[in-house]
């Protein structure tokens, strides 16, 4: 028997329910914000990911699913979105436009981690980018959005985390002091801290070994580091942040696991998932666009956002999600109640009513169907109702029944 792919999963009703809501949650959202949606192919030049990610990222070390296309070329599908919304930017020439690139995705992405809860190897992310500006004010409207988008998902008690990894001008002299503390305590920690001391100390600060962490945090941090501008544009989003009365906890050895964050970083962590708890996280990405081979200079901030632990998040905190919103079962019996009911059912569905339209059978398995199938209401049709113009109309929920017309119906269904 085939089966799927390792790490991979079919996502099946209901959850695709709970699934669907989310995105058109956050649809809803950006577009208040005026985001619009990019989509961009999933399958990317290699080099996109070696320069724009970082070499030395677990990502593009260990985790992506590269392969050699038949013409010789190197073709990896895409681990995340942000470096293919740059790449976009800049093949487009977007920074032409006016105003700000805010744009949006929603998709799969790819990486070959050990599968556990909530982490697949084909994951989906939903995120947004707003390119064209390094102002502290984008990176606050950003927060708010996204913050905006788990609340109205239905989330509750999630953090925010916050830090700044500094930029060009100010990290190298972080990571030399980083370096040399490294050389004292890095024999003492892991394979992965003992080789990245040496190759990209920032790295280190990702580490998630257990025994590891009393050892990052008592390195330096980043904060006795921060140049001027770097120190001012942090104050500025903090500010901004608390204008808008949006609570947040500074992390100074955040870093996230990705070479081309500067400044402004974040992470919002919930607490249903345990441990592996993040359920999203972003930053700013100025010097991003040069490392892909721009001569724009084109600052950007953005977040991703796991859609699988976000849904399963939402599905945690509300055991209901999963009910499908069927208004109405029609249970006829008999053949002309038959032809009757589908084109009952035909009238109700053009008027936006979710009808589920029973074949010709017995009362009591229509009605045990009706309520497998959470419907709101069941109409039944038989001989006697058709003689009579007039149909009964059992409320599921409450179990009372009434009867109505035909003309009557829409207006039962649409009271609650
Ligand atoms: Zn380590
Ligand atoms: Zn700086």
């Given amino acids: 028997m085939i089966k799927a792919v390792k790490g991979t999963r079919d996502i099946l ?17 950006f577009r208040t914000y005026n985001y619009q949606e990019i989509r961009t192919p999933i399958l990317e030049d290699t080099a996109l990911f070696t320069r724009g990610v970082g070499e030395d990222t677990d990502i593009v070390g260990k985790e992506m699913y590269t392969f050699e296309d038949r013409d010789g070329s190197s073709l990896t599908l895409r681990p995340e979105a942000t470096a293919s919304v740059m790449r976009a930017y800049i093949e487009h020439r977007l920074d032409q436009k006016p105003g700000l690139q805010k744009l949006y ?39 708010e959005m ?4 788990l609340k109205r ?17 100010c990290r190298p002299a972080y990571v030399a002091a980083l370096k040399e503390r490294l050389q004292e305590v890095a024999p003492g920690m892991c394979a992965d801290c003992r080789r990245r001391a040496e190759t990209n100390p920032l790295r280190v600060l990702d580490c998630k070994v257990p025994q590891d962490q009393p050892i990052i945090d008592a390195l330096p941090s980043i904060h ?7 120190k001012q544009h942090f104050e500025a989003v903090t500010a901004y942040l608390r204008d808008r009365n949006i609570d947040f906890e500074i992390r100074p050895r955040m870093v996230r696991g990705l070479d081309y964050y500067m400044r402004t970083t974040f992470e919002i962590v919930h607490g249903a998932l345990g441990a592996q708890n993040s359920v999203l996280g972003g930053g700013r990405y100025d010097g991003l666009a040069e490392s892909l081979g721009s001569r724009v200079h084109s600052p950007g901030i953005g977040f991703s956002i796991g859609e699988d632990r976000l849904v399963m998040s939402v599905e945690q905190e509300h055991p209901d999600a999963h009910h499908p919103a069927l208004d109405l079962y029609i249970a006829p019996m008999g053949a002309e109640a038959e032809r009757v009911a589908a084109s009952i059912a035909y009238d109700l569905r053009s008027s936006g009513a979710s009808v589920e339209l029973g074949l010709d059978g017995k009362l ?53």
């Fill in 13 to 29: 009703p209901p959850s695709s329910g709970v699934w669907n809501r989310v995105e058109a949650v956050a649809r809803e959202v």
């Fill in 105 to 143: 995705y929603i998709g799969p992405m790819f990486r070959r981690e050990r599968p556990q809860k909530g982490r697949y190897r084909q994951f989906f992310q939903i995120g947004a980018e707003a390119i064209g500006s390094d102002s502290p004010a984008v990176d606050a409207e950003v927060i």
């Fill in 146 to 149: 996204v913050l905006e988008v």
């Fill in 153 to 169: 998902a239905g989330l509750t008690g999630f953090k925010l985390l916050l830090n700044s990894v500094g930029d060009a001008n």
């Fill in 224 to 230: 006795d580091h921060l140049c001027d501008p770097c």
């Fill in 364 to 416: 009591k398995r229509s009605l045990e169907l009706a309520n497998k199938l959470a419907a709101r209401f069941c109409l039944i049709l038989g001989d006697d109702e058709l003689a009579a113009g007039q149909f009964q109309l059992k409320n599921m929920t409450s179990g009372e029944q009434e009867m109505v017309t035909r003309e009557s119906l829409p207006a039962r269904l649409n009271s609650r």
